[in-house]
């Protein structure tokens, strides 16, 4: 069956614009979350969905990152005003169930450079 | 702050050799995760070990878990040039749903 797909695959913004991120996670999978990995470095968590509980955002950086899911299908995460050092490639997976004994499906990144 | 983290940073081996790689943790965990990603992009899933495990094995990948020194290691046996990845333990805190990635150890397998 489909894999996790991101889109877009590569986004190229200036500073202080907004940007949309977005996710499919694998049909049925309850759980989605989206990771930060900057250049040689392991993943940041983010955020993440697990059905229809309130998400766990403990991971979001600052107030202008933001993210939404609509039941279990699409994801959107939003970064406002944009700055450098939000280049990275952002990362999102899904998986079962939100509980660590799942292994988790990884979609392909976004690369996102912020100029 | 990190939960898990690999060493060595960067592995460099010939094919047929055997590869390891270690990861050490900080807090109890329910389960440790390896994964592998290719050219910065999406994560592979390669193998769970549970905390009550000392020892598993899938393939040509050996995963050992020492919990009393909070310590995990990734033997590859017989590398070949597709093994060229980087390699990320991931854990979890017990009580947690998520899990903490490392650094990870960049491996390069020359033919």
């Known amino acids: 069956g489909a894999g996790v797909s991101q889109s877009p695959s590569n986004k190229v913004t200036e500073k202080g614009k907004d940007v949309e991120l977005r996710c499919d996670p694998i049909?049925?999978?309850?759980?989605l979350y989206w990771y930060r990995q900057r250049l040689g470095q392991g993943l940041e968590f983010l955020i993440y969905?697990?059905?229809?509980?309130?998400?766990?955002k403990s991971g979001l950086p600052s107030d202008r990152f933001s993210a939404e899911r609509t039941g279990e299908s699409v994801s959107t995460l939003t970064i406002q005003r944009t700055q450098q050092e939000d280049s990275a490639v952002y990362l999102c997976?899904?998986?079962?169930?939100?509980?660590?004994?799942?292994?988790?499906?990884f979609g392909p990144g976004t690369r996102l450079t912020v100029t | 702050s990190q939960q898990g983290e690999e060493d060595p940073q960067a592995l460099s081996i010939q094919e047929g050799e055997n590869a390891t790689m270690n990861c050490s943790y900080k807090?109890?965990?329910?389960?440790l995760q390896w994964y592998r990603q290719n050219s910065g992009r999406g994560l592979v899933h390669l193998i769970l070990?549970?905390?009550?495990?000392r020892e598993k094995h899938s393939g040509r990948l050996r995963v050992t878990l020492d919990t009393s020194k909070k310590s995990s290691s990734l033997l590859i046996t017989a590398s070949r040039a597709a093994d060229t990845a980087s390699y990320f333990c991931?854990?979890?805190?017990?009580?947690?749903?998520?899990?903490?990635f490392g650094k990870g150890t960049m491996l390069l397998v020359s033919p």
């Open positions: 807090t109890s965990i329910n389960n």
């Open positions: 997976a899904s998986s079962h169930r939100a509980a660590s004994s799942y292994e988790q499906y």
């Open positions: 991931a854990t979890d805190e017990a009580g947690y749903s998520t899990l903490t």
């Open positions: 049909s049925g999978h309850t759980a």
């Open positions: 070990i549970r905390s009550n495990e």
């Open positions: 969905f697990q059905g229809n509980s309130a998400p766990d």
